[in-house]
């Protein structure tokens, strides 16, 4: 088994309010190349802020529509969905079996 990282930084928007946060992730599998991604999103089912701030898992398949364009629907352990509308610019090849993401507040 093969394991693939990223990082990366954000703001959420919770009640007129801006939280920063950290994200790294990991998949297992088969992960080549290197790439940049941008991603905007929605976070759903959240009515405190402190439940943003764990491990998410991949809740539906990744979508890649083509030119670097893809999405994805995570939840985590409080039942916070978070959908990902994300252009990548570079090459990625993931056929990884496991996705996670870890969100830290600042």
């Known amino acids: 088994m093969l394991l693939g990282g990223s990082k990366g ?7 007129r309010k801006e939280y920063h946060f950290e994200v790294s992730g990991v998949s297992a ?14 976070v759903y089912d959240m009515k405190d802020v402190a439940k ?7 809740l539906d398949a990744s979508v890649a529509l083509g030119g670097g364009v893809g999405g994805q629907q ?7 969905i978070m959908t990902l509308h994300s252009r990548t610019q ?3 090849l993931n056929l990884g079996k496991v996705s996670g993401l870890t969100v830290t507040m600042d």
């Open 9 to 15: 930084r954000g703001t959420l928007i919770f009640k």
């Open 29 to 42: 599998g088969l992960n080549v190349g290197a790439s940049t991604m941008t991603a905007v999103g929605e």
């Open 52 to 58: 943003f701030a764990v491990t998410y898992t991949q």
């Open 74 to 80: 995570l939840q985590n352990e409080n039942g916070v």
């Open 90 to 92: 570079g090459l990625d």
